[in-house]
Every structure is written in C-alpha cells, then in structure tokens.
C-alpha cells in the first residue's frame, strides 16, 4: 500500500507541474502577445508544454503513464490467467485497451476519424456544435460498450479497488469527451482558441492525466492484496524455475 501511495503522489506532483507549465504558457501567449502566436523562440517554448499540442512533454508523459498502466493491468491479468483466477481476460483486455489508448494519445489517431463521424452525423442530421470533433461519437460509443461489458466486473472487485476505477473512469472520460464536447463549442462560436478554449483544453488534459493516475493506484492497490501478493510471488519463483 506504501507503494502505491508513493507512486500516485510522485505520479501527482508530476501532473500538477505540466498543468502548471500549460497554464503559464496560456498565460504568456494570452497576456505578452495578445493570443497571437509571438517570436519563433516563444512559439517552440509554448509548444513543448502546450497540453492542447502533440508531440511534446505532455503527450509523451500521458502516453508512458498509459503504457505502465497497461503492463500492471496486463501482469495482472496474466498471473490471474496461470492461477486459473476470475476475469483473467477482462484485467487483460483492458490492458489492450490502454495500450490501444497509449498509442492513440502519441499517433493522435482518434482524430482521423472525424471525418467520418461528421459524414454519417450529417447524414443523421444529428451535426451540431459540440460534436465539431466528430471523433467523439465513436469515443461514446466505445464507453457505452465497455461500460456495459464491465458492469459485473467492477462489482465483483474489493470495494476501495471498484471506487478507485469508477474515479479513474469518471475523469479519463469526463475530461476526453465531456470538456472535448464544450471546447467544440467554444471554439465554433469564437472561430479561434480563446483564453476560455484553451483553459477548457488544460482542465481536460488535467482530468485525463489524473484518471490515469488513480487507475494505477488503483491497480497498485489491488495487487498489494495478500492473495495477488501469494500469486505474483508464485509466478515469478516459476518464471524462476524455483519450487
């Protein structure tokens, strides 16, 4: 538990640093070059922080912290599979899912998908402001389906271990699609990024990284209980060749 706790306030403090870096740059651009993009120099320093860009600090953190979180997920789900214990492939499905997530967060591959989702959300008849990022129908549906496969799963885990998932659940997808969904709207009403769109863009990031945070802890947590202690220990004394 000691453990866990200290990788989630490490984890934390890392977080609270790139917000803290994303405002100032928000700052810095709104209020010295009036939202315009300034000197070259300005331009690149803003970048390497900017939580609304990829290909920068941010994004690498999110993606390495999705990663690990896959391979906690995905060891949990493997040692569950050699014991013979339950939900074996739902710990590593959702390993798969968060390493699908990992890639997606460096190669920003959802974002190709807008394309069609605005096709068939014009066809619909259904196109609207918040939905500019046509992305996010498919991210809701992806939600509703995994949701629905994993109700049985999270009910079934200790008590503290179900809360922390819901919390991660809660502020990965409210921060991804819920403020994805207002920054749509903000950006079609003003036509430009505004002091209130990029704001919008740090608290999103801000919830995404953190629900990625309370899903390791989460994880962590689950596998410093005495029987995921036994057969962790197990596997590797086997993977050892020791009896």
């Known amino acids: 538990m000691i453990l866990s706790k200290r ?3 490490i984890l934390s403090v890392v977080v609270c640093g790139l917000l803290l870096a994303g405002i100032s740059s928000v700052m810095l651009k709104v209020y010295f070059f009036g939202g315009d993009k300034g000197p070259w120099w300005f331009v690149q320093l803003v970048n390497l922080v900017n939580l609304d860009r990829e290909n920068n600090i941010p994004t690498w953190y999110s993606s390495t912290a999705l990663f690990v979180n896959s391979v906690l997920m ?3 789900g493997w040692v569950k599979r050699h014991d013979g214990g ?3 492939k739902h710990w590593l499905a959702l390993a798969g899912i968060l390493l699908l997530l990992s890639i997606d967060e460096a190669a920003s591959m959802h974002e190709k998908t807008s394309f069609i989702a605005e096709k068939l959300l014009d066809w619909a008849g259904l196109m609207s402001d918040y939905l500019y ?3 996010v129908i498919f991210g809701i549906a992806a939600v509703t389906i995994v949701g629905s496969l994993y109700l049985k799963f999270l009910m079934d885990l200790p008590k503290e271990t179900m809360r922390w998932f819901l919390l991660a659940g809660f502020l990965y997808v409210g921060g991804a699609i819920g403020f994805e969904l207002l920054e749509a709207k903000v950006f079609v009403v003003e036509n430009k990024e505004t002091m209130t769109f990029m704001l ?3 608290v999103e990031e801000g919830m995404e990284m953190f629900g ?5 802890y989460a ?3 689950y596998m410093n209980r005495e029987d995921m202690r036994r057969s962790l220990l197990q596997f590797h004394q086997n993977a050892l060749g020791i009896s």
Do not use: P, Q
């Open 133 to 135: 990022y046509g992305w």
């Open 219 to 221: 994880t962590l947590s």
């Open 200 to 202: 919008l863009a740090v």
């Open 7 to 9: 990788v989630a306030l």
């Open 86 to 88: 339950s939900y074996a």
């Open 74 to 76: 995905g060891l949990v």
């Open 212 to 216: 990625v945070v309370a899903s390791i």
